[in-house]
């Protein structure tokens, strides 16, 4: 730990990057870059959902990365009251040694190393000094300051430690903070590992002051008021500073399989530096220097060809609709494939948006004709393309119901990162489409057995 | 339901009260409103934590409010985007009659009974119509504009879909909105109901179009996706006209009690008068017309004078502190009291914070001389204060130290309004704060085992 550095703090608190009459010409350098980006995806840029994705792309990410725009002091300041301590008694409480801890407080950031919003769960405590507390909420404000920056777990969590501990001057400030970041696997091969999970998740920490040896007994006390978080001791993995970069993009496999997606675009990689230079960045400081192919690459994912055809030639050697007599149609039975989990592109705001896609259908008892790894296919092919959610719901439909006879049920369950990341920050939201198809649309009783069976909360959630 | 009323809506949609020169105006008014009521409770307006709050009250009412100046129109235009329905098949999907739902979006709201927050959980339902679909985030933002007034839930609810419906032009719209309100017992009859419940909740309901009949299978789709958020069509209450107010300070009990507060101050209803009116409300609009007093009535629990007196008394007659020998010292057992609940008042903001407190104690085996009730007293005693959370945890140790022989640790766990109702909405976050005295200080074993005791989720959460 040992996060203070009073040389490097004092950068960050008067940092604030003078804004003015420049914003307008960033948003517009911004929204010229993510042009490039949809143009280099194979898109229309003029086609309906996306005339004005590069607009609210350029929003969105002002926004997010707003800490860059933003001065503690500011804040902090006639934030700090005076609150007595512990009175003639050995021991501490008040504005004077006794912790003080928000618990839970979300957030999110951008990663520095690919450019996706992560999400944080973020605990802060500090035990007042020279008797004064700081109001609550500044603790929370503090640290959007810098998650509302391009980061890194670690760095972040010293950030804001050093901040408060500037800010407030107490005998010591904890952060440990909770990130989750969605792993996005790569088109080519969702096919091949089935078992690929959602995200990554780690856990740093950083203290200052009396929380700089992190085996002190203020650190036991904090850490026992967040045991009930899924936090202990034992779980913590103190981070080195040579310990792998968190970022999935950067894991050797990612890498390995992104090769195949081919080189990258040159153009986009020089539109993606621009927007990190637009948004008060430098895109050559070492962290960052990789980012935009990293980004490009991870982008290519989705663009508007190629994968259709190898697709639809896997789904020609398929299964012919189903026609069957009466007889066999009033003894269809449902069957149902719950919890795929899908990966998308929300094409409005070119964030992510993932969950799970549950599929019902009726068919004669023994017949059924179709397998789960192609239904699966079936999702990842619609979910790999720009997106959204209702258009994908159908297009799954459509897909699966001639060959299931027709009678057929979608229900897609999904995280839409652009519901946090844009200034509305709804962190417990999520969002279910429905698509229903033949029988299904009029014998209730079935669609309510389905409905039913998804019974489960929606695994789409990143915590 | 059926809750479509044009001519009301076009009221609604056009409503953004014209804001420009007036603000600081009003904000000013509003200041100067706080200030008669803080006088009113015996409070020096110009002490340090106190200082700032009219200003900090008046930016936190204008931000809780911004519905009356924000318009749906703003918020739905520009983002309704062209999307196909089903081709040539029976059923829907997509654009046309695919069910959209959006789940648990947190938001807070003004109760216009007691002008306390109250939280909601807005779950969303559309079928969208004539192939368009809206952007997700502005359900969002609609329901947002209506939350932020004073409000009743049937009525938030109702509003928030007629503005969906007119916006969007859909199918038909659902809204189902989980509201917790605070439910501060009175000074006086909380020291006789230990059974006090912190909260009032309530679930309502509103549909048009499609959804204007709760009998159809639309609603019943919609419900089985809700259904583990703990709702299902037979816990569903739906809401009546004649169904009596849910605020809690209109409930008998309540009214009967507060009367033993004695008269209300006229000067102090006639400032909360000119703080409604400030907000581009109309006081004299039939659900106002009792709040300002209402208000006064549940802010005189705090008043800074009278109650000190009966506690001293009562404390008199009280304990002395143990003087005990070396032998019995090292004899001592840990005793503790969980979950004591408490509900006191933050004086930065004049908003409700509420919670549990855990009191530990090491106290010679057998010689317990202090009762549940009279710990409970004291934390209520020093709930009953405009008070900063650490301040009560201090105080609420110093009382009972000398009580219980000098070795005490208090932990208090608080939900905070300020946390979510002033523009920052961290709507999961808590509060920890701890007081340790005497042996606790040193004794880092006993301080864990006791730390460790308090094992299960906090209780202090509203919903």
């Given at each position: 730990m040992g996060c203070l550095d009073d040389g490097r703090f004092g950068v960050e608190l008067e940092n604030g990057v003078s ?46 990365t707003k800490g860059y725009r933003q001065k503690v002091k500011d804040i902090v300041q006639?934030?700090l ?28 950031s951008?990663?520095e ?11 802060v405590?500090y035990v007042?000094s020279g008797?004064?507390?700081v109001?609550?909420?500044k603790l929370?404000r503090v640290a959007d300051v810098f998650a509302k920056r391009l980061q890194e777990p670690q760095r972040l969590a010293d950030e804001v430690c050093s901040a408060l501990h500037q800010g407030i001057k107490p005998a010591g400030v904890a952060i440990?903070l ?26 740093v920490s950083s203290g200052s002051g009396v929380f700089e040896n992190k ?23 103190f981070r080195g500073s040579s310990d792998?970069c ?30 990190i230079k637009?948004l008060g960045e430098d895109p050559l400081r070492k962290e960052l220097t ?174």
């Amino acid at each position: 730990m040992g996060c203070l550095d009073d040389g490097r703090f004092g950068v960050e608190l008067e940092n604030g990057v003078s804004i003015g009459c420049g914003v307008e010409e960033e948003n517009g350098a911004i929204e010229d870059a993510v042009k490039v980006l949809l143009q280099g995806l194979g898109e229309d840029v003029n086609r309906e959902g996306l005339r004005k994705t590069p607009f609210r792309v350029a929003k969105a990410l002002r926004e997010g990365t707003k800490g860059y725009r933003q001065k503690v002091k500011d804040i902090v300041q006639g934030a700090l009251f005076p609150e007595a301590g512990l009175d003639n008694r050995v021991g501490h409480a008040g504005g004077a040694g006794g912790l003080v801890i928000v618990r839970d407080l979300d957030l999110f950031s951008y990663c520095e190393s690919c450019l996706l919003p992560f999400q944080v769960k973020c605990h802060v405590g500090y035990v007042p000094s020279g008797e004064r507390v700081v109001g609550l909420s500044k603790l929370s404000r503090v640290a959007d300051v810098f998650a509302k920056r391009l980061q890194e777990p670690q760095r972040l969590a010293d950030e804001v430690c050093s901040a408060l501990h500037q800010g407030i001057k107490p005998a010591g400030v904890a952060i440990i903070l909770q990130c989750t970041h969605i792993h996005f696997p790569d088109i080519e091969s969702i096919f091949l590992d089935s078992n690929h999970q959602g995200c990554v998740k780690i856990l740093v920490s950083s203290g200052s002051g009396v929380f700089e040896n992190k085996h002190v007994d203020v650190w036991a006390d904090f850490l026992s008021l967040l045991k009930f978080r899924g936090i202990n001791m034992d779980k913590i993995h103190f981070r080195g500073s040579s310990d792998p970069c968190w970022c999935p993009s950067q894991s050797s496999l990612s890498a390995k399989v992104s090769s195949k997606i081919g080189p990258v675009n040159p153009v986009m990689v020089t539109a993606v530096a621009s927007i990190i230079k637009s948004l008060g960045e430098d895109p050559l400081r070492k962290e960052l220097t990789g980012t935009p192919s990293r980004f490009v690459k991870w982008l290519m994912n989705f663009q508007n060809n190629n994968f259709d055809m190898k697709l639809n030639g896997f789904l020609c050697g398929g299964i012919d609709s189903l026609n069957v007599d009466e007889e066999i149609f009033n003894n269809k039975k449902i069957y149902s494939e719950l919890n795929i989990p899908f990966w998308s592109q929300c094409e409005h705001h070119l964030l992510p948006f993932h969950g799970v896609v549950h599929i019902g259908y009726l068919i004669p008892d023994g017949f059924n004709p179709i397998g789960k790894s192609l239904l699966r296919s079936i999702v990842h092919f619609y979910g790999f393309k720009l997106q959204v959610q209702e258009r994908l719901t159908r297009q799954i439909a459509e897909t699966i119901s001639p060959l299931l006879g027709g009678d057929v049920i979608v229900v897609v369950e999904a995280s839409h990162t652009c519901m946090i990341s844009r200034g509305i920050e709804k962190f417990g939201s999520s969002t279910a489409t429905i698509a229903v198809l033949g029988r299904f649309l009029t014998d209730l009783t079935t669609r309510a057995l389905f409905l039913q069976s998804i019974s489960s909360p929606t695994s789409s959630g990143e915590q």
